[in-house]
């Protein structure tokens, strides 16, 4: 007869109980394969339980395939071959993953959390669970709720000047994941331009999705049209607006002559990535090339993890009709990314004018911290030895050394010091002597004691005294 | 002198309305290429305002490229070629995307909303607003939250007794998304087994993705082990706890054949979905592969969005330790997809037991809808031509009948009686002649009313009387 320890006491139901004891015996080889169990009946008497409750062990035994049955024959325990289980917990991973930190980091671009209106988002996002019904939990459209995307279309109307169907959105999870569907999208014959320098993100996006692209020069005007039209690229994927790092806003003339070349061809496209287009502290951002683009060969971009906050992560695509009517007969079931919730409180959040005002806010915020760091670097001996090249948007821009360190030594040397910094060359496909001992000083989290740290370290690791 | 027409009450600024006017002006070729402007001082005076509001307007259109300017010469407008703008707004695109409804819904998984505890899911998300600081807004690591992981991790040893690090965990936003990340993670050579029947959109990611599968049928067991071994394929993805559609429970010793498989040669992994291992309504769900895997070959992965609500966008993966330096080495430059409101509030949920007993209640409720549309079936006529295959698990079964309807004229004559049903060999890569004529009914929405109409619409179709 099974040796079977029951507790009564035990959180744990008595057919659980049972199931786990005879299983163990089973992996353990205490019992024999192939032997008989005892009937329901016998067990149920000799262990003082219910029938059922052996019954319901039995049944887990054999759905998991523990046991066998013969008809009228009863239960057998089957042969388990090379079954072997941990011994014991397994060591825990730690994975060698850490952020690290720094005394100043001009590195990441550290959001200005101190201006989020945190208390009208948790308002709206209450109002949200308030108003909204059941449908709240329900399955969200692939492209994103309704509501958000009409609201995206009116602001891209107000404030961006372009004709944009709510049809022609797509939500997802952030751009990174909206360039990984549009990869899909466009096709594995597809082949990419992008600028040189330009973001890193990009690259190795297009890099682990294991597509072709060509790193195209950029000239002061942006991307070079020589060296496109010569690249057999049909994918240019530029940022107009902004170029990252260098700054640059692509004039009139460019546009036309890159909407010349998207036509000139079957099948080439832009991708237009609008970034941080809002965050221009003189003038306004140039309309985007998708509103002068008259043979809808644009795929606009742009995100609101820049624009509202870095965890809100809500970015969103405008497709031309012929690439979302594909995207619907192709790519429909890939759910949406975004949860329901985010989407109706961030749509109230555009309804309301709470972006537009936040925006102008942290436009203020970043101009004043632009003005902390360039007059820091005025005040300091360095400025005799270096030069800004400075474009009145973003929350960076970029000092060119006069020094003949490598950009390897003087990333190091500040990191030693606790600085975290980038310098160009990082951003360089190519690498190129122009591009050298340039750095990029993100400015958007810095302090005045920060920056006169800075100032002061980089100026010793330079030996530039007054 | 240039014709401008400035409104002073216009929210819009004069610089804005003054650099539009002659923007225009140059677009339409009112202005000569290569003309002068006037002056900043003489154009300020003509139309009476600022020298400073003409410098804005200006530096804008010099910005955009309008104009161009020489040294001690002036300000020149600039030659555009080729600019046509659309002539009004374009015509508003409306997408033929719909989504479809019936008056009965046997094939979409609508959740059952009642159950779900919305009021306490909204207390926990206030209690994430007014606890957590700014940190809420702050960028999420990679991998997600801290705290949800080790919810999860330890959600996983109480309730599926794995032994995981809450340093292995990946949460993404659905489990759609994780499979690309996971693709670019094994890279292009992987060669991918799933099983046939299985579900399609797993087919269809892989498709999309580009990579190459083998659909692998199944046998009673699972996915069949001589098909695999000659496939040619290193990764098989499985649902061993539960089938779809089949409904199959995957015994120990198939488990075990498939470790066996695994270790034989380098480079192999199994994906174990484990998607709606709780959903099972007699006994308990099989002790994952994942458990009983020595040698960390096993990529786990399973979903909230179908144990919470399906809004919820918050999947998650737990990869063997080697895959995640991999990944940390070569793929956390992608942001993780979930904000951090609702990855707090999801780790609450978890650590309060609201889980646990949300699923308890849905698990009473799924027996209960199955037990209405098995009634139904009962007391039809149809019962006499109709087999139900059963597995007391998830939230559906098969009906196979007794008909030599093809299974796109019953499904396209059901539709016609506004009834939305699959069938079996809709998820069928090869055609199986043993899996026609077999209904997947999903039961978790339906009434007792849609259950009568909808077997009397059948019974009608198939000219089945008492």
Chains 1, 2 share one sequence.
Not at 252 to 257: G, K, P
Request: with cysteine; net charge neutral.
């Amino acid at each position: 007869m099974l040796t079977v320890n029951l507790d009564r006491n035990s959180p744990t139901s008595l057919y659980l109980q049972l199931y786990e004891s005879v299983k163990n015996q089973i992996i353990r080889k205490e019992l024999a394969p192939d032997s008989l169990l005892p009937s329901k009946r016998t067990l149920a008497m000799h262990l003082g339980i219910s029938v059922k409750t052996v019954e319901n062990a039995y049944a887990q035994l054999l759905l998991e395939g523990y046991i066998y049955s013969k008809e009228k024959r009863g239960f057998f325990v089957n042969t388990l071959e090379d079954y072997r289980t941990r011994k014991g917990p397994a060591p825990a991973y730690v994975s060698h993953y850490k952020e690290d930190s720094y005394l100043v980091d001009l590195k990441s671009n550290k959001h200005a959390l101190s201006e989020f209106p945190v208390s009208t988002w948790c308002r709206l996002m209450r109002e949200t669970l308030s108003y909204q019904d059941a449908s709240l939990f329900d399955t969200v459209p692939f492209h994103g709720v309704a509501r958000l995307r009409v609201a995206i279309a009116q602001y891209l109307h107000d404030f961006r000047g372009m004709d944009v169907s709510p049809d022609q959105i797509i939500v997802g999870a952030g751009t990174e994941y909206l360039y990984t569907r549009l990869i899909q999208l466009l096709g594995p014959d597809a082949r990419y331009a992008i600028e040189d320098p330009g973001y890193n993100r990009i690259r190795a996006i297009y890099k682990s999705n294991g597509v072709s692209y060509a790193a195209i020069p950029v000239d002061s005007d942006g991307i070079r049209m020589d060296l496109l039209a010569d690249s057999g690229c049909n994918i240019v994927h530029i940022s107009p607006a902004h170029h990252f790092p260098l700054g640059l806003v692509t004039p009139i003339n460019r546009r036309l002559e890159l909407l010349q070349w998207v036509n000139s061809a079957p099948g080439r496209y832009i991708i237009e990535d609008d970034y941080d287009s809002e965050y221009r502290y003189r003038g306004i951002a140039a309309a985007p090339i998708y509103s002068i683009d008259i043979r809808s060969k644009v795929i606009y971009m742009n995100t609101f993890s820049k624009s509202v906050a870095p965890a809100v992560r809500i970015s969103y695509m405008v497709l031309p009709e012929i690439l979302m009517e594909k995207y619907i007969a192709t790519m429909n079931f890939y759910s949406c990314t975004v949860s329901s919730f985010e989407q109706y409180t961030l749509a109230s959040f555009i309804e309301k004018g709470h972006l537009e005002r936040y925006i102008n806010r942290m436009k203020r915020r970043g101009a004043a911290q632009r003005d902390l760091l360039l007059h820091a670097i005025e005040q300091s001996p360095l400025s005799a030895h270096a030069r800004v090249l400075d474009d009145t948007a973003g929350s960076h821009f970029l000092l060119k050394l006069d020094t003949r360190m490598t950009d390897a030594e003087l990333t190091t040397r500040l990191k030693e010091r606790q600085i975290l910094v980038s310098c160009l060359s990082e951003f360089c496909e190519h690498s190129m002597p122009e591009y050298a001992s340039t750095l990029i000083l993100n400015y958007s989290g810095i302090t005045e004691k920060q920056a006169k740290y800075f100032m002061e370290q980089i100026c010793d690791i330079l030996s530039v005294s007054r």
